[in-house]
């Protein structure tokens, strides 16, 4: 006998084949959320879109599988903006299953209707309204394929209302087994000529290096770059959003290189290596602004290998010998072909690179030591940072805000063996840092989370405190808190002389709102007092915010602030 449900039960089963155990929403639409939880699927009540947006992202991040966010109709809709143009620029996938008006109002002005077929063009792979009841579970897999499959990023959903506040059952697709709910869902090998091609210029190159970006992370391709860095004796560098996808400890690797290698900055020695590479593999790396400093960093005589899973992004801001495929499969051919080539070159060079690497690390700590063991109050954030490195685990999930945050956490906190990282360096904006690093708990429950933010970061998603309360979710969170918008105003004073007063912001006990909330607070206010807070922390059941009086002075370590550096 033919199965029937209403669409939203549909809608409902369809998750569930999928692989969906949680949904980020906030009750609705809401016979869709109601049908998820009575088949299972657990709803994560955020507080407002936005964050819960930044919530699934993380989540998907740390699971590998494609989460998804739930949302109404207008201004709910407008608020999963953000969130899905991350995504979007930084390769992550999500399905947005969102709201929309009833089919019979559409252009009349129904309450909180909006174009959502425009407002989602600009932030997703793929957005389309189910216009059909008898085609339900196509739409939800065509969502799952698009966001999932190439280059990974979302996919929008929208549910008319009057289809999925219809009693009426409808018969269910009984023929679809298969689950799309994981990434990334095609593993595509790379042409085997460009391989080769690709293994004679490595394996006859002076001064090599991989440049290493977040594709190697969404591929989970880290054991054959690791692999590769060892076996065929090649130096890799890394992005911001590639950190962790080799271990910092390996004598050929040379650490996040980008805009911020100024004063102090970590892989600022390793300067001259970049200067002198001949042959640069550029790996899942988008080559953006940031990542290059500006196209200045990487050497224009350079020749250029460039692999990634989407075309557009090979050869976009340096012309290069083009290798279409997953990181992970790509990778693995390349050492096959490499190891079948001479690599004598490269073993009897290696020497020499580790002997560099190990120099610029030893010349960077002591530039640094000063700050990092500094006992002034306020509290400087090299030395916080010093203090958290030794209390890590070498499996924490660690979490930065954007702005300083990660600028901060790239340069002092160390990729050690299996230690995660989280970014949000699609479009760097403030305010991701306490929800990413909720959805990276949810998914790694039996994982450490830390997170670093600014005060002004924070302060974009004080509420979701609450949500961590309610739902169980323990991070560690730190506040730096040193009453400025730090990047704005460092950058303001450098460039221009002078800063806005609204860098510049009010006293804040962040302490006493974690404990409004519920939520365990430390207060910190000297360096003295950072390791036993820490410790305190780490050990705690629960969620903890360590509220850190921070020096509003600490100058990071981006060239163009190094103005602001007495005797700099």
């Known amino acids: 006998m033919e199965k029937k449900a209403s669409v939203s039960a549909r809608i409902a089963l369809a998750l569930k084949r999928h692989g969906v155990t949680e949904i980020f929403g906030q009750s609705n639409p809401p016979t869709v959320l109601l049908a998820a939880e009575s088949m299972g699927i657990r709803q994560i009540g955020y507080r407002q879109e936005n964050a819960g947006t930044y919530m699934a992202q993380a989540y998907g991040m740390c699971s590998g599988r494609v989460p998804v966010i739930a949302a109404q109709n207008g201004p709910a809709a407008t608020l999963i903006v953000p969130g899905l143009a991350e995504c979007l620029k930084a390769s992550h996938p999500i399905v947005a299953v969102v709201q929309d ?130 076996e065929c004796s090649i130096p890799v560098a890394n992005s911001t959003m590639g950190k962790g996808c080799v271990d910092d400890g390996h004598p050929l690797s040379m650490g996040t290189i980008g805009y911020y290698m100024g004063h102090r900055g970590a892989a600022k020695f390793m300067r001259p290596m970049i200067d002198e590479a001949d042959v640069i593999l550029l790996l899942g790396n988008r080559t953006n602004q940031n990542g290059t400093d500006a196209w200045t960093l990487l050497p224009r005589n350079a020749q250029y290998i460039h692999i990634d899973i989407d075309p557009m992004e090979i050869g976009r801001n340096y012309e290069s010998l083009r290798i279409v495929g997953d990181a992970k499969l790509a990778l693995a051919q390349l050492k096959e072909a490499l190891l079948k080539e001479d690599v004598s070159v490269r073993k009897g060079a290696r020497a020499e690179a580790e002997n560099r690497i190990a120099e610029a690390r030893a010349a960077h700590k002591r530039e640094a030591k000063e700050v990092r063991e500094s006992d002034a109050s306020p509290i400087r954030v090299e030395r916080f940072l010093a203090e958290a490195e030794k209390l890590f685990d070498d499996d924490h999930i660690i979490v930065a805000d954007a702005s300083l945050s990660s600028v901060w956490l790239a340069n002092y906190i160390s990729a050690s063996k299996n230690r995660k990282f989280i970014f949000p360096r699609g479009i760097a904006g403030l305010g991701w840092g306490l929800p990413m690093a909720m959805g990276a708990k949810l998914a790694q429950p039996d994982k450490k989370v830390f997170c670093l933010v ?27 808190n040193n009453e400025i918008l730090a990047y704005q105003k460092h950058a303001e004073r450098a ?20 404990n409004a909330c519920g939520i365990k607070a430390i207060r910190i206010s000297q360096a003295s007092e950072i390791a036993g807070a820490l410790t305190e922390a780490f050990a705690h059941d629960g969620s903890v915010v360590l509220d850190v009086i921070m020096e509003p002075n600490c100058i990071p370590p981006i060239p163009f602030m190094g103005k602001l550096e007495p005797g700099i």
């Not at 221009?496 to 962040?510: E, I, K, P, Q, R």
Request: charge should be negative.
């Open 101 to 230: 008006v009833d089919s019979n109002t559409v252009d009349r002005n129904a309450f909180q209707e909006l174009d959502h077929l425009k407002l989602f063009e600009g932030v997703s792979k793929w957005v389309k309204r189910i216009s059909n009841v008898n085609r339900v579970e196509d739409f939800v897999d065509m969502a799952f394929v698009a966001a999932s499959s190439g280059r990974p990023g979302p996919a929008v959903l929208l549910c008319p209302t009057d289809m999925i506040f219809s009693p009426v059952e409808t018969a269910i697709d009984e023929n679809r087994n298969i689950a799309y709910g994981y990434y990334p869902l095609d593993r595509v090998g790379a042409d085997p000529d460009a391989i080769k091609k690709a293994a004679r210029l490595l394996a006859s190159a002076k001064h090599p290096f991989i440049y290493a970006g977040g594709g190697v992370l969404s591929s989970r391709a880290g054991a054959e770059l690791r692999a590769l860095q060892e």
């Open 454 to 480: 600014g005060d002004g970061g924070f302060a974009h998603v004080w509420s979701e405190l609450e949500t961590c309360k309610r739902e169980k979710i323990d991070v560690c969170l730190a506040v730096i």
């Open 495 to 514: 460039l221009l002389g002078a800063s806005t007063s609204a860098c510049d912001l009010g006293a804040v006990n962040h302490a006493m709102i974690a």
